[in-house]
């Protein structure tokens, strides 16, 4: 079993930035794909941003391209939302998810079902 444990949100202003940290802890796998994903209520969850392992890919969502960056710290098993320039559309709750997979093929990445491991979540709330 793998644990995985969110931090970092909280409610700003449009604007602002947050920055999210996901640590992962118990039968970590030598090598995993990260990501966030995030939930608005009345809305399905949708993927937000993801890393593999190897090769070392980034993925993003388009809503968030250019305003996001995710990163991730394998030897302390974490990995990293920075969100800048926030719009009261990023209001959410953010998961944090672990696949057991090196790299991602497709789409797969934006994918829920290929994930294996969540978090409880963060939320996520910018004022207008």
């Known amino acids: 079993q793998v644990q995985l444990v969110e931090s970092g949100g909280g409610l700003v202003q449009a604007g602002a930035s947050l920055r999210l940290s996901c640590t992962a802890s118990?039968?970590?796998?030598?090598?995993?794909?990260m990501g966030w994903f995030r939930q608005a209520p009345g809305k399905e969850r949708e993927p937000v941003a993801v890393?593999?392992?190897?090769?070392?890919?980034?993925y993003y969502a388009d809503s968030v391209k250019g305003r996001f960056t995710i990163s991730r710290d394998n030897a302390r098993n974490t990995v990293y939302l920075q969100m800048d320039s926030l719009k009261p559309e990023d209001t959410a709750v953010y998961s944090c998810?672990?696949?057991?997979?090196?790299?991602?093929?497709?789409?797969?990445?934006?994918?829920?079902?290929?994930?294996?491991?969540w978090g409880q979540g963060t939320q996520v709330t910018v004022s207008s």
């Open positions: 998810a672990c696949a057991l997979t090196a790299r991602f093929f497709g789409r797969t990445w934006a994918n829920p079902n290929a994930y294996d491991y």
């Open positions: 890393t593999s392992w190897s090769p070392i890919s980034t």
């Open positions: 118990g039968r970590i796998p030598g090598n995993y794909g």
